[in-house]
């Protein structure tokens, strides 16, 4: 099974940037789909985009365009997640996450990091 690690999160001004990282280790990681997702307090999980870590596929949730960046470095076996612009309300746990499919709901990725905070600050 894929093992994933997200790093970057912290504080941040509302207006700035933040780069998250997930390191990502496992028999199957290179046919997996990375997804990223983030949960506010007494929220569901949201997805914001995923890529193919094979291919060259990104997607998108439409609220993330333009503002979020998802890449991918596979020499290192690791996928990025850039934010600018941020604002208040994309305060929220950040997690990455592996599937076979890059479907847009959390039930639909197998495996797990124990994420990253950000929060922004008005």
């Known amino acids: 099974q894929v093992q994933l690690v997200e790093s970057g999160g912290g504080l941040v001004q509302a207006g700035g940037s933040l780069r998250l990282s997930c390191a990502a280790s496992?028999?199957?990681?290179?046919?997996?789909?990375m997804g990223w997702f983030r949960q506010a307090p007494g929220k569901e999980r949201e997805f914001v985009g995923a890529?193919?870590?094979?291919?060259?596929?990104?997607y998108y949730a439409d609220s993330m365009k333009g503002r979020f960046t998802i890449s991918r470095d596979n020499a290192k076996n690791t996928v990025y997640l850039q934010m600018n612009s941020l604002k208040p309300e994309d305060t929220a746990v950040y997690y990455c996450?592996?599937?076979?499919?890059?479907?847009?709901?959390?039930?639909?990725?197998?495996?797990w990091g124990q994420g990253t905070q950000v929060t922004v600050s008005s």
């Open positions: 996450a592996a599937g076979a499919r890059p479907v847009d709901y959390a039930s639909g990725y197998n495996s």
């Open positions: 890529i193919s870590w094979g291919g060259s596929k990104i």
């Open positions: 496992g028999r199957t990681f290179s046919s997996y789909y």
